[in-house]
């Protein structure tokens, strides 16, 4: 009997079942599976590939009840890599596929694997509604603003006036901020990952894991042909430090080196800015912002979100928005199973002539 | 007692018509069920308009009731009503048409005000400008009437006591033809139980109709039928929806499978997602999808988990999820989709019936990709074409097209129960250890490694240790699953997942010729198995031979179709569309199937059918 206690966290992972304590180890070629993998070289998605099947022994499930599901696209080709069990479906239909699964099976650990066109564009009524229900689940998106496999259209997230073969004259479409999308679409979980700070990643996909909901997960991820360096200022080791802001649940929010700081401030519920860390000191320019991702109350996460421009002068990594909230598949399942208890138990033979007799019947003799 | 005559009828159609805001279904509902209780064996057709509320008194907002029952088989809801009940103007016009000369007519006097009359274009009051003078005509001053006879209810308003007017006019038809109230007292006293002065009234305005009649000299005698000769057994009455419902449930139950629906609203097929969303008791899970794809994505997934995934759709629903059901012919994933069909194309009539989505479920994916259909014939068959569906997706793992239509879903008719023992087994056996090696001799599962005599694949579900694997919509190589682009192994796939529905076991198709010297056929599928049934019979009655056969299965095809074709000289072919089954039958036999058709929203009705079968007759001859 599942019940749930709001406000006291539950483990995404507490109905699947795990390893024994005595057990090996399981091991990152356990979860490699004999599939060539055929990405192009040099893709982002490899190192996610390495980073997730490296991180999933530390799970301790067992591998028979994860599942992987995708939908179409480069990054969709994931689960084939994973020796788990694995759903390739189609374009953007991944988290529908996902609920089903989920809801019917609890003791399964289910992933989704999306990209930025998968699943912002054509599945982007799916995505939202994945969050809004909260079914425990987590969605790994893979973002690289571009639409790789059908050869380099722009995305939702591709920027304004970006160049590609869809827009020879630059974009006019104006791009979704997936971290914003989510937290107005009421998710409980949120967060965003750079590919290539494989330490970070791991750190953010077991709290993913872990979170007992629908998990988003952003990854910012390199395509090496059609829009390679999307994210090269970030990673550029001169210039990384003055662009991310790690969001440290509990710390103030800063960006820049030691020296250089800049701290998140806010005057009232004004906006939020950046100003260096001496100012902020005289408390002038307003209090500054800790970060905490367990507010009830979105809006601080949102105002985070929104730091985040085009231009990537400052660029929120880590966890938005942790939050307990009842997931819709907990919630179905307790209505099925207070049914069955309430009426004594599993319908039986019995039970079932009863339904089909009903309560206005005549006899023939 | 009264002292009025009591005269016996083999057979009686009543209409009930009036605006949708009257209860013209609910007071159907309930004559039927008294009906029912008194063992005639019955047929229903409701009738109403896609708006909730059209404007008050206008021709759009009439809905109806009607109601065919007898002292024998009844095999459709009657042609022409001998009784109309209209409640206002527009229901009187609305329905005229339909009613043959010499039936009755009670009219509701009250609502034909000059107002309402001009509503619908009546520039004098048809009730004494002659307009009716070929039938009998009742007329009554129902509202009120049924308010004065509420006059001690001081804590109604006027508008509340007015509503009544439905139950008493319920009352009047019930002592017309003799059926008991009991059944539809216990139905108020439960619906109304929180409203004590709302059921007072509604059970007084009940009892001041059945009085009415009784009393009144306008109503010179009552009407019995006796019951029909029905084979022995426990009867029920249901809908379409109610039986297809109840079908899935048992289905899951003999499988030993959770059921799983993932649904979207749609008229006609959303008493479905009703129903089943009220049988939490018998372990169905319900989940009411953000549209049309979602719904068929949630109940794949389920189906991937092990449980018998369903979604319950109409036409337009079933366009958005083609893509879905392509995914699950190429997983090779049981899944069962319920197409209730309505008016197409597009919103087309959501509320009327059309079976005009065959080729749909028949071809309308991208791609190969062969689906089995199964159309049921009657309200009751539902039950048992729902099992059906489930035992071929669950043998041969694959989705499988249920098509009701808007006809079965809302009509009813007396169903015998069947006991529980009774009902197919229908479990299957989950994959449970690998099923070949690979080339160092380790044991693997290969997840597209066919049984030899179905053809379909292992269902392996996760969380079964050692059979890890991946599936998706590219194209997988043979045994192995893996994507494959391979020429050779995609023609040979693509001829596989045929060969499995093309081998679908399904029984030879049975044909009725009584008299086995006819030289014409009627061959029909789905909801038309009434109306050709009552059709052949009246040709039959009069001395004529005529064949008849019913197809359950439209894909595959009953083995011995094309033989059963070829042995008449004439195939005709009733179809509520432009001549879709005509059409595959052509192809796959060449045959000259004659089709007739008609699109008009309603079912066939007897008298153009006999007509249709006299003339192909006589063109014989």
């Known amino acids: 009997m599942t019940t749930i206690d709001i406000g006291m966290p539950v483990s995404g992972l507490r109905s699947v079942p795990h390893l024994p304590q005595e057990a090996a180890k399981q091991t990152k070629r356990e979860f490699t599976s004999d599939q060539e993998v055929r990405w192009c070289p040099g893709c982002g998605d490899y190192v996610i590939l390495a980073a997730v099947q490296a991180f999933l022994p530390e799970l301790g499930l067992k591998r028979e009840n994860i599942v992987f599901v995708s939908g179409i696209g480069c990054s969709s080709r994931f689960p084939y890599y994973l020796d788990t069990y694995g759903l390739h479906s189609i374009h953007g239909r991944a988290p529908a596929i996902a609920t089903g699964l989920a809801t019917s099976r609890e003791d399964l650990s289910v992933w989704v694997v999306t990209g930025d066109g998968d699943a912002l564009s054509i599945g982007g009524n799916h995505l939202i509604h994945a969050l809004r229900r909260n079914v425990n689940m987590t969605i790994l998106l893979f973002n690289n603003q571009i639409y790789g496999l059908t050869k380099g259209q722009y995305s939702p997230t591709s920027r304004v006036g970006q160049v590609t073969k869809s827009t020879p004259a630059g974009s006019v479409d104006y791009p979704f901020n997936p971290v914003s999308l989510a937290l107005g679409a009421e998710a409980t979980f949120v967060a965003r990952a750079m590919e290539s700070d494989r330490a970070e990643l791991t750190t953010i996909l077991k709290a993913a894991a872990e979170h007992r909901g629908t998990a988003l997960v952003e990854i910012y991820q390199n395509c090496p042909i059609f829009n390679d360096g999307a994210f090269e200022v970030l990673k550029d080791r001169s210039q990384q430090e003055a662009r991310i802001v790690r969001l440290r649940s509990g710390e103030h929010v800063t960006v820049g080196a030691e020296g250089d700081r800049k701290v998140l401030v806010r005057k009232g519920s004004g906006v939020m800015k950046f100003i260096p860390e001496a100012e902020a000191a005289t408390g002038e320019s307003g209090a500054v912002v800790a970060h905490d991702p367990t507010l009830d109350d979105p809006s601080q996460a949102f105002q985070l979100s929104r730091l985040d421009t085009p231009e990537m002068t400052h660029v929120p990594m880590g966890i938005f928005r942790q939050v307990s909230r009842p997931t819709y598949d907990d919630l179905v399942r307790d209505q099925v199973r207070a049914a069955v208890d309430t009426a004594g138990g599993p319908a039986g033979e019995a039970e079932l002539g009863e339904l089909l007799q009903g309560r206005d019947t005549w006899t023939v003799e | ?621």
């Not at chain 2, 079933?318 to 209730?340: M, R």
């Not at chain 2, 059709?535 to 004529?544: H, I």
């Open chain 2, 1 to 621: 007692m009264s002292s009025k005559t009591v005269q016996a009828l083999d057979r009686v159609v009543i209409r009930f018509a009036g605006d949708s805001g009257d209860g013209m279904q609910l007071t159907g509902d309930r004559f039927t069920s008294d009906t029912a209780a008194l063992g005639n064996d019955l047929s229903t057709l409701p009738n109403f308009p896609a708006e909730i509320r059209a404007p008050q008194g206008t021709l759009p907002g009439v809905s109806s009731f009607q109601l065919h029952f007898a002292d024998h088989d009844v095999l459709t809801p009657g042609d022409a009503p001998d009784v109309l009940v209209a409640m206002n103007p527009a229901a009187l016009k609305a329905n005229l048409g339909d009613v043959p000369r010499g039936a009755t007519i009670i009219v509701n006097t009250d609502e034909f005000t000059s107002r309402n009359l001009a509503k619908v274009g009546y520039t004098t009051n048809p009730v004494d400008d002659g307009t009716l003078e070929s039938f009998h005509v009742h007329p009554v001053a129902l509202t009120s009437i049924t308010v004065e006879a509420l006059a001690g209810y001081d804590g109604l308003t006027r508008k509340e006591k007015e509503r009544a007017k439905n139950m008493f006019a319920l009352g009047l038809l019930s002592w017309m033809y003799t059926r008991p109230t009991t059944g539809t007292e216990a139905f108020l006293t439960k619906k109304f139980g929180a409203r004590p002065d709302i059921l007072a009234a509604n059970l007084a305005a009940l009892r001041a109709g059945w009085n009415y009649g009784e009393t009144t000299e306008d109503f010179a005698s009552s009407f019995v039928v006796a019951p029909a000769k029905m084979p022995p057994g426990t009867y029920r009455n249901v809908t379409g929806n109610t039986a297809l419902a109840l079908g899935l449930v048992a289905a899951a139950h003999r499988a030993s499978l959770p059921l799983v629906l993932g649904s979207y609203p749609i008229t006609p097929a959303s008493d479905i997602l009703h129903a089943l969303a009220a049988l939490k008791r018998h372990g169905v899970t319900t989940l009411q999808a953000e549209d049309e794809i979602a719904g068929i994505g949630i109940a794949l997934g389920a189906s991937f988990g092990g449980a018998i995934g369903v979604t319950t759709t109409s036409g337009p629903g079933v366009a958005l999820k083609s893509e879905t059901i392509g995914l699950a012919v190429s997983l090779e994933l049981p899944l069962i989709i319920v197409d209730v069909q309505r008016g197409g194309p597009s919103t087309g009539l959501p509320t009327k019936t059309e079976q005009a989505d065959l080729l749909q479920a028949m071809f309308g994916r991208n791609g190969e990709s062969p689906v089995p259909i199964i159309a049921p014939k009657t309200p009751a068959d539902c039950f048992s074409a729902a099992m059906d569906a489930v035992r071929i997706a669950t043998t041969y793992r694959t989705p499988v097209f249920l098509l009701s239509d808007g006809y079965l879903a809302n009509g009813s008719e007396p169903w015998s129960v069947p006991s529980v023992e009774e009902l197919p087994d229908l479990h299957v056996a989950f994959a449970s250890e690998p099923n070949g090696t690979d080339p160092k001799g380790e044991p693997v599962f290969h997840p597209f490694l066919r049984d030899q005599e179905t053809l379909a694949r292992p269902w392996a579900v996760p969380g079964t240790p050692g059979l890890e694997h991946r599936i998706g919509g590219i194209e997988k190589a043979d045994v192995t699953g893996n994507i494959s682009y391979d020429p050779d192994n995609h023609d040979l796939m693509t001829r596989l997942r045929q060969a499995k529905i093309d081998g679908i076991s399904v029984p030879d198709l049975e044909v009725d010729d009584p008299a086995g010297d006819a030289r014409v056929l009627v061959l029909g599928w789905g909801s038309t198995y009434g109306p050709i049934a009552a059709a052949t019979r009246v040709v039959r009655n009069s001395g004529r031979s005529v064949a008849r056969a019913h197809l359950r299965h439209l894909n595959p095809f009953p083995a011995n179709l094309g033989d059963v074709l070829r042995s008449y000289d004439r195939v005709v072919v009733p179809e509520m569309n432009l001549g879709q089954l005509a059409m595959l039958l052509r192809a796959e036999f060449l045959v000259d199937a004659r089709s007739h058709t008609s699109v008009r929203g309603l079912p066939f009705s007897t008298v153009e059918l006999a007509d249709v079968i006299s003339t192909t007759l006589e063109e014989l001859s």
